[in-house]
């Protein structure tokens, strides 16, 4: 499941007329990167949380039929084949009020039925090799709950994530205790922050229900948050969290999607040399070369 019904108003006015999660690093889109991790994990059956203005996202998974025929006209059958490859079918559901992450989540509930899922914030990029959703559901096998994924963050940084309480359950393998969503730096339990990648159990849809009717009644402030909804969950089973071996970039801020594109692009064998040298000069304090 990808929640992508965000307006994307940091980036604007790039995102004006156009999603986000369609901003490409080098030349593909941000959402592409998390697709494919998806699929690489084995998981076949993708929902995408949309609103407004996101028929770009629908388009690019679409088969292009023309630009095939186009491509394989002019003898780029390697080029032709990328395109095919990126086609899959994906299932929509529009979120229509922006009421949180955990609304989200719930809003995609239909589709998803009885079934263990993952919840993919396509912002984090993550550079991993197993995937990091392949990573976390060896981990979702093994401690047989709910796996979210965490980072230590320095602590000036931490009142932009979810934050956990844990106790240690292995090396990189927590039982979280507590979670916060979002504290003020001397209030966080933890340095371990929440990425965007859960792997969950169909029952935090019950507890989202709860939550929703809590935000509803005025009980809780603000949004029908995701965190807040595992926070009930709590009560219930047992939730584990996990690092992973990998490089995270938060595309969802301008700094870090600038890195994204520059890390990305010199992992390109024919732009590696090129933008290195140009990047040196330019640090340098010198034109770069042309
Ligand atoms: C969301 C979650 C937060 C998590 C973060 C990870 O926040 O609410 O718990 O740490 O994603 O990217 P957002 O970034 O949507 O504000």
Excluded at 79 to 89: F, T, W, Y
Aim: net charge negative.
């Amino acid at each position: 499941m990808f929640p992508a019904a965000g307006l994307g108003t940091r980036f604007l006015p790039a995102t004006k007329a156009q999603p986000k999660e369609m901003l490409p690093l080098v030349d593909k889109p941000i959402i592409q990167y998390g697709i494919e991790e998806a699929a690489a994990a084995g998981i076949e059956d993708i929902v995408i949380v949309t609103g407004r203005g996101k028929n770009a996202i629908e388009d690019h998974f679409d088969v292009s039929v023309e630009l095939e025929t186009f491509l394989e006209a002019r003898g780029k059958q390697d080029q032709a084949a990328e395109i095919r490859s990126i086609s899959r079918s994906l299932a929509y559901v529009r979120q229509g009020e922006p009421l949180g992450l955990g609304h989200a989540v719930l809003t995609a509930r239909p589709l998803v039925g009885d079934n263990a899922f993952a919840v993919i914030l396509a912002d984090d990029v993550i550079d991993a090799t197993p995937g990091a959703l392949a990573q976390m559901i060896e981990v979702f096998n093994e401690v047989d709950g709910p796996v979210l994924l965490v980072e230590r963050v320095p602590r000036e940084q931490i009142s932009g994530y979810g934050v956990i309480a844990y106790e240690p359950v292995r090396e990189g393998v927590y039982r979280v205790t507590d979670l916060v969503e979002k504290p003020k730096p001397e209030d966080a339990p933890s340095e371990l922050a929440i990425i965007g990648r859960y792997v969950l159990t169909p029952d935090i849809f019950d507890a989202l229900v709860e939550e929703a009717a809590a935000v509803r009644s005025g009980k809780v402030q603000g949004e029908i948050q995701l965190t807040n909804g595992l926070r009930r969950l709590l009560a219930r089973r047992n939730v584990y969290a996990c690092e992973i071996e990998g490089v995270r970039h938060d595309t969802g801020n301008k700094l870090g999607f600038l890195k994204a594109v520059v890390y990305f692009a010199l992992k390109r064998p024919d732009l590696a040399g090129p933008l290195r040298a140009y990047l040196e000069a330019v640090v340098g304090g010198k034109e770069g070369p042309r």
